[in-house]
């Protein structure tokens, strides 16, 4: 998807197959350099497929900023060196000639040309990010790969008419997110009636993407993540059924579809709801590196591994084996963090 702001940033979401196709319209449309910033939700394969033949990258002279969350014990780098090693892809990551600069997320908000982005994460297998987007009064939210945090939504006793409502305190704080957005871009892969045996796969029954985006008072829902089982008049089926749940709201409800193009049009200036949101959303690299960890356990092979796991991230580790031991480097080191064992001889972890 791109999203192009009033002062020209460009804005591209995820990379799935799509990005060839893009690549070519922004060669056709703009004058080099062609500088953007690629905002990934995660790193499953259909979000990144569509990066090695995104053609903007092959460019010399043009700048591209890449960001996606801060992943478990792999730079974004290497993972998307990855898919493009030699067995895969003849030219390798660091042979693409645009200059990239690679940005690892935690939740919060940062600015991109006029465009503040908001990152919270979504209820995803692995670390998923949703991003919010705000310029000019206008919010543009783009939540897929999602389910909601409540298992018992979808049998909540409603009032007759009234959207469902969410019970999970991470539930609200994702309306929050969503919270007067001119355009919800949803997850919406599944049917109700078809959840409860897709549970825990990280996606939204389209029913209650309607009721997120309700009680959110948004005023566009673009239902998102299609099903790949489901053909055009399914779709169009599912469309309208959500727009009869949305009828009792201003919400404007449709399918989101390839070459699709959509104006929100400038409001007077608001303060961005993300400026409450923390600073610094951008983390400073995988693990901290002054962080000081103190590992307790009296058996040698926890500790071993426990090293093993920390040691790459950059901490400072320190460790005993047993309780005594312990009190008397925590004093004297003050560790930001204790990995500490119950059951130990003499004094015990507690
Ligand atoms: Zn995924
Ligand atoms: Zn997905």
Redesign the pocket.
């Known amino acids: 998807m791109e999203v192009t702001a009033r002062d020209g940033t460009l804005i591209v979401l995820d990379c799935g197959t799509g990005a060839h196709e893009l690549g070519q319209h922004l060669a056709a449309s703009r004058e080099p350099p062609i500088c953007g910033h690629l905002l990934i939700t995660?790193t499953?394969w259909?979000?990144i497929q569509g990066f090695p033949f995104f053609t903007p990258l092959f460019v010399r002279g043009n700048e591209w900023d890449v960001y996606a969350p801060q992943g478990v014990g792999q730079r974004l780098e290497d993972t998307l060196a990855g898919q493009m090693e030699y067995s895969y892809f003849p030219v390798g990551l660091r042979q693409l000639g645009a200059t990239i600069r690679y940005h690892e997320l935690v939740e919060g908000a940062f600015d991109v040309g006029e465009v503040r982005v908001t990152a919270r994460y979504m209820n995803?297998?692995?670390l998923?990010m949703g991003y919010r987007l705000e310029a000019g009064g206008v919010a543009l939210v783009y939540a897929t790969?999602h389910e909601p945090h409540s298992p018992h939504q979808p049998d909540a006793p409603r009032r007759a008419g009234a959207p469902a409502l969410p019970v999970h305190r991470e539930d609200r704080e994702h309306i929050e997110f969503l919270a007067g957005a001119d355009l919800v871009i949803h997850d919406a892969q599944y049917e109700l009636r078809e959840y409860p045996t897709k549970r825990t796969w990280?996606h939204s029954p389209a029913e209650l993407a309607v009721d997120f985006a309700l009680a959110a008072g948004a005023k566009r829902l673009a239902l998102f993540h299609h099903d790949p089982f489901r053909d055009d008049a399914a779709l169009d089926r599912l469309v309208e059924s959500c727009r009869r749940r949305a009828v009792t709201g201003a919400l404007d409800v449709f399918a989101a579809a390839e070459g699709q193009t959509i104006e929100l049009a400038e409001r007077e200036a608001v303060t961005p709801r993300a400026a409450r949101q923390p600073e610094a959303a951008i983390a400073k690299g995988v693990g901290a590196a002054s962080a000081t960890i103190l590992l307790v356990d009296d058996d040698p092979d926890i500790v071993r591994l426990l090293t093993m796991t920390l040691r790459p991230e950059g901490f400072r580790l320190l460790s005993a084996s047993d309780g005594n031991a312990a009190l008397e480097i925590a004093r004297a080191e003050r560790p930001d963090l204790l990995l500490l064992d119950w059951n130990m001889p003499g004094r015990n972890g507690l």
């Open positions: 995660h499953h259909d979000y995803h297998p692995g998923a790969d990280g």
